[in-house]
């Protein structure tokens, strides 16, 4: 489990929790051991070295209150030093605390909603998580602020604002925070989070709808792009039971936009889904080291269990075909699954083989009702 970083995890895991439910919840109670702790020794961050020289590149390693992306490397000591990821500020990235909500409440749902040991034991630490997220709401909209650098598994792909891939997410959580709440009776911190839910809504819709799918962000020059993975979050409510984060109409025409321009309309809907496209069918090359003119193999899958559970089966299988094809036929990679592809000088270029976030794959069989 070390070095498992949980972003990544968030689509892997599918596998890991159809297939061995138990390490996983053993897995999620380590995350959630692990808020709590702080480092304050200074981690230089790549990132701002390579793209911000003008600011100071360190930052404190992990504050009180964040979920740590990942739980440390065997070369330091994996039982107590976490947050060892050296090209971001793990104390800004927004999706790691949503990610370790949701993942408490599926291994909760995947295992039959039994186990209310599991959720006594990880819901302090949720609470304080949920703390500092809320925080990060600088304006008071109900919805996490990005701040114009890469704050989420996308880490080349700066946001600014509130975005639709990390509010999705937030709102996710906060549903499953909800339904925690209400499993173990706790009548307060549940009205608590609706409060937070409702205000959080209330700003996804007036300042991200467009009306056809949710803005990139709303505070970018590159916010009208239209992101394969906008609504991760209404696909983890989906698979675990959760209300509705977004209206089913907006999510049905949010997934057939991304499914006409980020599937068909990327070299046919040969290779997946390309992570960002703007609405005229261009590439999103306004940063070009961004991950927007990326196809990822994990985020394609998860995107074909998304469409598969949300009623569109064949544009499913179409969608996961291009990758599968990709990998297995057009790259020859086989079990070198990478994280990404991406299209240079009409060559296919690979990066990151072996990658963990592919596992999504089972998400589709999850999506299908085997697990």
């Known amino acids: 489990l070390f070095r498992s970083p949980l972003d990544v995890e968030a689509y892997a895991s599918f596998a890991l929790a159809q297939l061995f439910p138990d390490l996983d919840k053993q897995e999620a109670r380590i995350f959630a051991s692990a808020v709590e702790s702080e480092d304050l020794r200074q981690h230089p961050i790549g990132w701002i070295k390579e793209h911000r020289p003008d600011k100071p590149e360190s930052k404190p390693r992990k504050l009180r209150g964040v979920t740590p992306m990942d739980l440390g490397v065997p070369f330091e000591h994996p039982w107590r030093v976490v947050a060892n990821y050296a090209w971001q500020d793990t104390n800004t990235l927004k999706d790691e605390s949503s990610n370790l909500v949701l993942k408490v409440w599926r291994d909760y749902v995947f295992t039959g909603r039994t186990d209310t040991a599991f959720l006594k034991e990880t819901w302090p630490h949720l609470r304080v998580t949920l703390a500092y997220m809320k925080k990060l709401d600088t304006d008071g909209d109900g919805l996490p602020d990005s701040g114009g650098i890469p704050d989420q598994t996308y880490d080349s792909w700066i946001m600014t604002g509130p975005s639709a891939y990390i509010g999705s997410l937030w709102m996710a959580s906060l549903e499953a925070a909800v ?89 046919g809907g040969a290779a997946g889904a390309v992570n960002g496209i703007m609405p005229d069918g261009k590439p999103d090359e306004i940063d070009e080291h961004s991950n927007a003119s990326e196809v990822w193999t994990g985020v394609t899958y998860a995107l074909a269990a998304f469409l598969h559970s949300s009623g569109m089966s064949s544009e499913a299988w179409k969608t996961a075909e291009g990758i599968y094809r990709t990998t297995y036929e057009t790259g020859g990679l086989w079990f070198r699954t990478p994280e990404g592809w991406k299209e240079h000088d009409g060559k296919w270029e690979f990066r990151a083989s072996m990658y963990m976030r592919p596992l999504a794959v089972w998400a589709i069989q999850a999506a299908l009702g085997s697990r």
Do not use: C
């Open 179 to 267: 339904a925690i709440a209400d499993v173990l009776g706790d009548k307060p911190a549940a009205a608590e989070y609706n409060n937070w839910l409702a205000a959080a809504r209330k700003s996804y819709e007036s300042k991200l709808w467009n009306g056809a799918y949710y803005d990139f962000d709303a505070g970018s020059k590159d916010r009208k792009a239209v992101m394969a993975d906008q609504l991760f979050g209404q696909f983890y409510a989906q698979m675990t039971g959760l209300p509705d984060v977004v209206p089913r109409e907006h999510r049905d025409s949010a997934l057939k936009t991304v499914y006409r321009l980020n599937v068909l309309g990327y070299h």
